[in-house]
């Protein structure tokens, strides 16, 4: 009998997939995206709470870790262009190399508006010959453009800067090629890439590219002469001049271009913003700097100095404000309050309930973290305001006193009384023999 199980399985392997999960009921509205980039950290690592930035902060913006090395794709809207891409693959330029130069590229295009109406791309190849890949007419979408760079290889022999430019120029840059007239005002911007010295004079068929209207940026590597990238450049030739070390690196200077070729870019999400802590977008194109909270920002408008905001009144403390260290505080509170769970307000202690009041029977509060003391029934309060004594007491030690000061008085009378009556005896007894003497002189 012929096995028969793995045909039903194929029939049956649907419905053993497991459904796909349910969309939500009601999908709430799309979250606002705000970009806000953190840059680098603050003195000793500070502020140390938010997150580490993808880049260091106005490193080249390298796109890596994003669906199709795009990172930067979507940040802006570019201007529409007529670009061309002329790049050296030359012997000195080694396979692995060269792919790392069409990464390039492609980086670059990831940051483009393409299509017919928006940027167009070209690309020239060039060694000791010069071979043009793709006009500018060729590719219409980005996938289809992208592919062709990954199929270009490279020529392999000299190194003819002077020629490709003239070809760019004479054959690339043209109507017929897919390049749009001067009515259109759309810019004509041709990239060179090389890492070595031109084996032709680049001096004057660059000037003619330039006078023809065509923007240069010349882009060298390891071995590359300096002196000829200036003449091939145009001018500020600090804006249209790059270098990079190796291949390697070179998909760095992506961002370089994208921030150029955005009519209004976010310096925020390219990293270029130089904000030492915080990246804050404005809108169309415009950002600002802010820094962490203790710090404050310089005069630069880009970097953060440590604040001590006790002596700034921006504590937010409700009583007392103390500076720990370069800008770090914390608050206090006076005596008879506590500190809030926000760590910045107070609230009236009781000093009752706290059991710190030295009450001897009854603590009495009286709001605003003040009290008073009582004592229970049949005691008084003592001259200090915090012991009592028994009532009873006080009334016994007062009338053993008042009794004490009755005998006293009683004594002290008994004496006088006394002295009195033998005084008035005295007067009597000499009143008398007064009166006898004179009654006898009378009678003589």
């Not at 084996?199 to 002196?227: C, F, H, P, T, W």
């Not at 029934?377 to 053993?400: H, P, Y």
């Amino acid at each position: 009998m012929p096995r028969r199980l793995p045909g039903l399985l194929l029939l049956l392997w649907p419905l053993l997939l497991p459904p796909p999960p349910a969309a939500p009921a009601n999908p709430g509205p799309p979250a606002r995206t705000v970009f806000r980039r953190l840059g680098t950290l603050g003195p000793r690592g500070s502020p140390g709470r938010h997150p580490a930035p993808a880049a260091p902060t106005g490193a080249p913006y390298s796109g890596a870790g994003l669906p199709g090395g795009a990172r930067g794709a979507g940040v802006c809207k570019s201007r529409p262009l007529d670009l061309v891409f002329i790049i050296d693959s030359s012997r000195s330029v080694r396979p692995l190399e060269f792919t790392k130069v069409k990464t390039f590229v492609s980086r670059i295009i990831d940051t483009l508006d393409i299509g017919e109406a928006n940027t167009r791309v070209a690309v020239v190849n060039y060694a000791s010959t010069v071979k043009i890949e793709f006009h500018l007419q060729a590719h219409s979408d980005k996938q289809s453009l992208k592919q062709a760079v990954g199929r270009i290889t490279p020529l392999s022999t000299g190194t003819m800067s002077g020629l490709a430019i003239q070809t760019a120029m004479e054959e690339a840059f043209t109507v017929e090629a897919g390049a749009r007239g001067p009515s259109s005002n759309i810019p004509k911007v041709a990239i060179i890439v090389t890492d070595g010295r031109p084996q032709d004079q680049v001096n004057e068929v660059a000037a003619r590219a330039r006078a023809s209207g065509i923007e240069l940026y010349a882009v060298g590597v390891g071995r590359a002469d300096m002196e000829s990238l200036k003449m091939i450049a145009s001018e500020p030739l600090d804006e249209h001049v790059f270098y990079v070390e190796t291949y390697g690196v070179i998909e760095k200077l992506s961002s370089r271009f994208q921030e150029t070729f955005c009519a209004a870019v976010d310096a925020c999400m390219l990293g270029t913003h130089q904000c030492q802590h915080v990246c804050i977008s404005d809108g169309e194109g415009k950002h600002h700097c802010e820094c962490s909270q203790g710090y404050s920002l310089n005069a630069d408008k880009k970097t953060c100095s440590a604040q001590d905001q006790c002596a700034s009144g921006t504590h937010g403390c409700q009583h007392l404000c103390v500076s720990d260290r370069a800008g770090s505080h914390h608050c206090e509170c006076y005596e008879g309050y506590a500190l809030n769970e926000d760590k910045k307000t107070c609230s009236v202690r009781d000093k009752c309930a706290l059991g710190s009041h030295g009450c001897q029977h009854i603590c009495v509060s009286d709001g605003a973290a003040s009290y008073h003391c009582d004592c229970y029934t049949g005691f008084t309060l003592n001259e200090d305001k915090k012991t009592c004594s028994a009532i009873e007491e006080a009334r016994r030690l007062i009338s053993t006193a008042d009794t004490c000061g009755c005998e006293a008085t009683l004594a002290f009378q008994d004496k006088v009384s006394s002295y009195l009556q033998r005084l008035n005896t005295k007067i009597d007894d000499i009143l008398a023999k007064l009166q006898a003497n004179e009654y006898g002189q009378i009678h003589r």
